[in-house]
């Protein structure tokens, strides 16, 4: 029986972790491409989200104690469980979040590949180590080390289900701590999936991943269960709301939100390439990627070329919920209306070229037509907001220089790229670029790098998840020292005599005193 199946029959009351609490009020998630339910779960009230983080509190005791390697191989059981039934989740992932079968299939790859990455280096990474006392500790051992945080809480939204999260989880994990996640009410199913995998597959500590369902009420609850430490990846004026609730209990928050991601075209890009990467980095997902490029600033020595590449490329893309579909609908119903808004504002200001697809055979309006917008003013919604649809602004500018101040003129300050064939230019301008991330010659690799750090600046968030830093952010350092053996003068110490600290302040004197 697959896991959906056993959901299934679980799904009127509950599904999966989610059935121990005798919760009352459920809600459903439908398919946003056919409108049919794909499940019922409970909503979580205030006790069944404290019951839960009191049963990953005993569990985070028992997951720690397992030490790095115990986590390591319970870690692979999990990723070995989540690569065998790829295709039951990626077809889960298609009906709950509509995207096409194939994108949900490499957002699991991402998935799996980060937890091998964050299971296998976290020893190394966290683990104790020895580190220099200096002059003024010379008689002492400094040892440092980073220690689990006991639970952490999770709340993720709806556009990368599987691969947004697990950027959280999996680290947490890894760092030695149990975590309760709330997925989005527009995909608890992938969430309660998840949690169910996790069950099968590392049966001795089941507990110390957890999920909890329901809407915002729910995530402000875990919030206020006093858990380690808050992560949370949504749009900014959520995030606002998540980090007034945790500074109730002074519970640390990572904010991983919303993005407005520049593409800079320089005089010498490969033209066709950068094209690709941009119609790709734009329309995938239909356009619902945190680090989708929603803007691009070519040169005007490649600006025309750029867009008659773009709009042919456009030409090709067709929304639907079939196999051949390029991408699906918008996953929740209410954003089509923001993309609508930004389309229309950019064709009363700007131009506006929709992909040749007959909106008419779309299968619903939830179903949107790719549109490139052409020289719309920067202080336009689609310029200065998160559209989070199938769009692409594209505008001409000088030279790189003016590009580069465009691309950096928003709030946000997620990620981005870059296209030059210059190897020193595209670093020089990706560094310079006001984001946490930028590919040059390619767009979103970043997130494909599990040694890279995830996570950006401004309205866009701060703190990191994936490679060192994200397991490091599920983690508090410790520092100990040792006493190898005592001096003959203590200066820390009431029994000083008075001429040591005369002795100190000659000996700094002659060390530091020369440097002007
Ligand atoms: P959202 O902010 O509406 O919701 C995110 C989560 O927060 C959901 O689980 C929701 O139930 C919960 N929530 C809502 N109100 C809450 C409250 N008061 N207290 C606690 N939790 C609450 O975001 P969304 O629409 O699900 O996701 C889309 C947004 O996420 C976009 O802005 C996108 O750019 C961003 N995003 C960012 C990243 C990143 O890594 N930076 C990744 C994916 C998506």
């Known amino acids: 029986m697959s896991l959906v199946e056993q959901m299934d029959t679980v799904t009127d009351a509950s599904a999966g972790t989610v059935d121990r609490h005798a919760t009352t009020q459920t809600f459903e998630s439908t398919n946003p491409a056919s409108g049919a339910v794909v499940g019922v779960f409970p909503v979580h009230d205030t006790e069944a989200v ?10 985070a005791a028992r997951w ?118 709330k997925p989005s009410e527009y995909t608890p199913a992938v969430g309660a999936w998840l949690a169910a995998a996790w069950r099968a597959a590392v049966p001795d500590c089941e507990d110390a991943f957890q999920v909890v369902t329901g809407y915002g009420e729910t995530g402000a609850a875990l919030c206020r269960a006093r858990v380690g430490k808050l992560a949370f990846t949504g749009s900014a004026p959520t995030g606002r709301k998540v980090m007034a609730t945790c500074a109730e209990t002074l519970t640390p928050v990572l904010m991983e939100l919303g993005g407005k991601d520049a593409m800079i075209v320089d005089d010498d890009a490969d033209v066709v390439a950068a094209a690709d990467a941009a119609v790709w980095g ?82 619903s309006e939830n179903f949107l037509a790719p549109a490139v917008l052409l020289d719309v003013p920067e202080d336009s919604p689609a310029i200065q907001e998160e559209t989070f649809g199938p769009t692409l602004a594209i505008t001409k500018v000088r ?30 301008l990706a560094r310079r670029m006001r984001s946490g991330m930028t590919s040059v010659n390619s767009v979103l690799t970043f997130a494909s790098v599990p040694a890279l750090p995830f996570g950006g600046v401004g309205e866009s968030g701060f703190g990191r998840i994936h490679g060192e830093d994200g397991l490091k952010e599920f983690t508090r350092a410790k520092a100990i020292t040792r006493q190898k053996y005592a001096l003959p003068v203590n200066l820390m110490s009431f029994s000083r005599p008075a001429s040591a600290t005369d002795a100190v302040a000659r000996v700094m004197g002659m060390i530091h005193g020369r440097h002007r």
């Open 64 to 181: 720690a104690e397992l030490g790095f390697d115990g986590r390591r191989a319970r870690l692979a059981a999990y990723r070995g469980y989540l690569a065998r039934r790829m295709n039951e989740l990626a077809d889960l992932v298609h009906r709950e979040n509509g995207k096409p079968h194939a994108d949900a299939i490499l957002e699991i790859t991402l998935a799996v590949d980060h937890l091998a990455w964050a299971g296998a280096h976290a020893r190394k990474t966290l683990g104790p180590r020895r580190v220099k006392a200096g002059m003024l500790a010379a008689n002492h051992a400094a040892y440092l080390e980073y220690q689990p945080l006991g639970v952490v809480g999770v709340i993720g939204p709806w556009n990368y289900p599987v691969f947004t999260p697990m950027g959280s989880i999996a680290y947490a994990l890894a760092a030695g701590n149990a975590v309760v996640f």
């Open 399 to 428: 030279d790189a220089e003016e590009a580069l101040e465009r691309a950096n003129a928003t709030s946000y300050g997620l990620a981005g790229s870059v296209f030059t064939k210059s190897k020193a230019r595209g670093l020089e």
């Open 282 to 363: 734009a329309m995938s997902n239909a356009g619902q990627t945190c680090i989708g490029i929603e803007r691009v600033y070519a040169t005007s020595a490649v600006y025309d070329r750029f867009v008659a590449e773009v709009t042919e490329q456009v030409r090709r893309l067709r929304p639907g919920s079939d196999d051949e579909a390029t991408y699906g609908p918008m996953t929740m119903a209410s954003q089509g209306d923001i993309v609508r808004r930004h389309v229309s504002d950019a064709a009363a200001n700007g131009r506006v070229v929709r992909g040749e697809a007959d909106p008419n055979l779309f299968p």
């Open 50 to 59: 404290e019951e839960t983080v009191a049963r990953a509190r005993t569990a």
